[in-house]
């Protein structure tokens, strides 16, 4: 009978809605981001913050109205930043300019899919309506707030913008690779996955996409 109770609290745990998961995190407060180190690889001549910025902006022209919405719903379903998808959803894709008619990526061998690049090296992934569908979105945001429970409770004394931080780096290349803060991006795309994906980030906050 105890083992029963057991479960049946780990699995209301499990069903508990994400409203916080990304409460308390602040771009300011930690100096977190220092963007793009492997831009010159995009053809841009600096890396960095304005990498990640220049970016960002020439992204901003694909973002329509009914994608804003839909990401909206999304994160407001889920509990997650808005700014931080977009900024996932800039880097992996460039707001799907990236894409073939398919919905897969261009690069990468063909493996990740839709604007937030799910692969399908290790998901199941969700092809029914489109690479830029609620449907998409909410499997990406899925994986995302997973990672950074994962990376959350492995690190719980790291201070909260660090536990996003690398969840958002576990979203690349997996949160059992997260082990240090200076070395949080050490073995993602780049070494920089979410030094860019937060300076992206805060650059659309800063352009209040969502206001």
Request: proline share 3%; with cysteine.
């Amino acid at each position: 009978m105890a083992s029963h109770v057991l479960f049946l609290v780990f699995a209301l745990q499990l069903l508990k809605p994400a409203s916080c998961i990304c409460s308390g995190y602040s771009e300011e407060k930690y100096k977190v981001t220092n963007g793009w180190s492997s831009a010159p690889a995009d053809g841009r001549k600096n890396g960095g913050v304005k990498a990640s910025e220049s970016a960002a902006e020439s992204d901003s022209g694909r973002l329509t109205d009914k994608i804003k919405k839909t990401i909206g719903q999304v994160t407001s379903e889920k509990g997650v930043d808005p700014y931080i998808i977009l900024g996932i959803a800039s880097r992996e894709s460039n707001f799907g300019s990236t894409l073939k008619p398919d919905g897969y990526g261009k690069y990468d061998n063909g493996n990740g899919y839709g604007w937030m690049q799910v692969d399908k090296r290790h998901h199941i992934v969700d092809t029914s309506s489109g690479p830029s569908s609620k449907n998409h979105y909410l499997q990406a945001t899925d994986i995302l707030v997973d990672s950074i429970r994962v990376v959350s409770n492995k690190h719980s004394d790291w201070e909260r913008e660090y536990q996003i931080k690398g969840g958002i780096a576990g979203y690349n290349f997996g949160p059992s690779n997260v082990w240090t803060k200076e070395g949080i991006d050490k073995g993602t795309t780049g070494d920089d996955y979410s030094s860019d994906v937060l300076t992206r980030a805060k650059f659309f906050r800063e352009k209040r996409i969502f206001d």
